[in-house]
């Protein structure tokens, strides 16, 4: 499914206009990235969780080249659904 999906169902089960739905949906998305940005998690009950994980610094092998990488601490966003939400999906 994609955006433009998402937005098309909205539209149509709320019978909102898909413009406007379109600028919600960007709206939210954009609220959820400046959070994880800033360190924020953010969370949605019924849904789930978007947080932010630092991962520590590794050492990673380029084979092709046979040498060493060391690869920094660095942050990455992550979603952690909600129990009725992983039931829902099984």
Known sequence: MT????????????????????AVVEG??????DS???DNNVYLRGF?????QTRAQK???NITR??????PEHKVP?????PDFKNQVK
Not at 3 to 22: H, Q
Not at 48 to 52: K, L, N, R, S, Y
Request: proline letters at 2%.
């Open 3 to 22: 955006k433009a999906d998402i937005v098309k169902e909205v539209a149509k089960s709320t019978g909102i206009e898909a413009k406007t739905v379109s």
């Open 36 to 38: 994880l940005a800033k």
């Open 59 to 61: 050492t990673a092998r």
């Open 48 to 52: 789930g969780t978007f947080a932010v």
């Open 66 to 71: 046979n040498t060493t990488v060391i690869i």
């Open 78 to 82: 992550t979603f952690k659904p909600c």
């Open 28 to 33: 939210f998305m954009e609220a959820v990235k």
